[in-house]
């Protein structure tokens, strides 16, 4: 009997394609359906987040109880954190140019995890302000760029951080000692997957590895440790996003090509690469624009190009309005 229902059911499969394309009725795919599936827990997830909000936005009061509420859910899913061991910072070397000197800085954010940097420092004595400036996907990573030199001859120093699998930190290579993947796209996600089977995420290692960089940067006597800010665009912009929600010594930060709804991210992308995302950041109805109001009230500037891979339109909605430039986002 079961052999004949299924005998039956495969010989009418091809009438009822037929039946979908006479009467333009959208195929079904598995893919598609599973998709589907998620993408409404996401919504519903972000609904509920949404509604919070709203009564949040009815005095300055409720703000900060929501904004002290959606940092602490954060720092839950962001995991336990290492304990802080020494860094056992070094200088390898020294760069003189117009205005600035390089120094050339490498430090362990935990025993045996060494993180490479370079830092652009004004000339003249005293403290500097300083920027921490976190790389976008680039196969380089911190190699030497315009923008810290503007900066440090305009009397911001400024420290680049290779990521993990980028720079001097690539993890996966061959026997010649060349890269092993495609980019670091490719690297991250291979690299989130092991993560996430101990309880951790790629993304939480690299916070740690930028909190850390600010440890580095406050323990010297030409810095300001009251005048610290963090910038980055792409992936950069995602390491922002999350190292300030982290680490309350960022007083001014800058996020580009990043910042946008959640949802609307998955709905056109699905999830990217794996630095871009921390587990159960719906579970605990945390959006991208709450990593913004973390900062309250120091400020945060968002910079979103018109055309970019960064949905414009997610940008805008980041925040509770649907106006674009209600929030003070920046277009390319």
């Given at each position: ?48 987040r949404e509604e919070s909000l709203a009564e949040a ?124 993947t495609r980019g670091t796209t490719t690297e991250h ?104 109001l973390m900062m309250a009230p120091r400020p945060v ?32």
């Open positions: 009997m079961k052999l004949r229902k299924l005998v039956w059911i495969v010989c009418l499969l091809p009438f009822v394609l037929q039946g979908q394309e006479q009467f333009r009725a959208l195929s079904w795919k598995n893919n598609l359906a599973v998709h589907s599936f998620l993408m409404r827990e996401v919504h519903e997830q972000y609904r509920q936005f009815q005095s300055p009061e409720a703000m900060m109880d929501y904004v002290r509420a959606v940092r602490r859910r954060y720092l839950d899913i962001l995991g336990e954190m290492p304990e802080k061991t020494p860094l056992q910072a070094q200088v390898t070397g020294v760069e003189h140019q117009q205005g600035f000197r390089m120094e050339k800085i490498v430090f362990q954010s935990m025993p045996g995890r060494y993180v490479t940097a370079s830092l652009y420092l004004p000339e003249g004595k005293g403290k500097h302000a300083v920027t921490v400036s976190l790389c976008g996907h680039g196969l380089h990573g911190k190699r030497p760029g315009a923008t810290p030199v503007l900066l440090a001859r305009n009397g911001i120093a400024t420290l680049v951080v290779d990521p993990i699998g980028q720079g001097e930190r690539w993890q996966f290579i061959n026997e010649k000692g060349e890269y092993a996600t291979l690299l989130n997957a092991g993560c996430v089977a101990v309880g951790t995420s790629l993304a939480a290692l690299q916070c740690w590895d930028n909190h850390r960089a600010i440890d580095y940067l406050v323990s010297r006597a030409d810095i300001d440790a009251d005048r610290i800010g963090v910038w980055g665009s792409s992936g950069g912009g995602t390491e922002t996003t999350y190292l300030i929600g982290m680490d309350e010594r960022v007083k001014v930060a800058a996020i580009c090509s990043y910042f946008s709804r959640r949802g609307r991210t998955l709905e056109l992308q699905g999830p990217s690469d794996g630095c871009q995302h921390i587990p159960h950041e719906g579970e605990a109805g945390i959006e991208l624009a709450d990593f913004a500037l968002i910079l979103n190009g018109k055309y970019d891979f960064v949905d414009l339109w997610g940008a805008y909605r980041g925040g509770r309005g649907t106006e674009p430039g209600l929030y003070g986002a920046g277009c390319a």
